[in-house]
């Protein structure tokens, strides 16, 4: 069971600030904000350099979205 760490609200701002000050000083975190394609819709990705590989966030997750999952949290 995967118990929430912090709640979610509808700024996508506050969300990956509130999500990055919970993850603390991690020397290598990257965070990125990108609109989906033509729409007006914002999205962000936050990971661990050491642990991604940056090809792949930025071909699946950044440059097609549309083949990345994206997983809702309510």
Do not use: W
């Not at 989906?36 to 090809?55: C, F, K, P, T």
């Amino acid at each position: 069971m995967v118990t929430a760490v912090c709640e979610l609200v509808s700024s996508l701002d506050e969300n990956t600030s509130m999500i990055i000050s919970k993850l603390g000083e991690i020397p290598d975190l990257i965070h990125r904000s990108f609109q989906l394609g033509d729409s007006s819709v914002q999205a962000a990705v936050i990971y661990v350099e050491s642990l991604a590989d940056d090809s792949v966030i930025n071909k699946e997750a950044i440059r097609d979205p549309e083949l990345f999952p994206l997983y809702m949290f309510a």
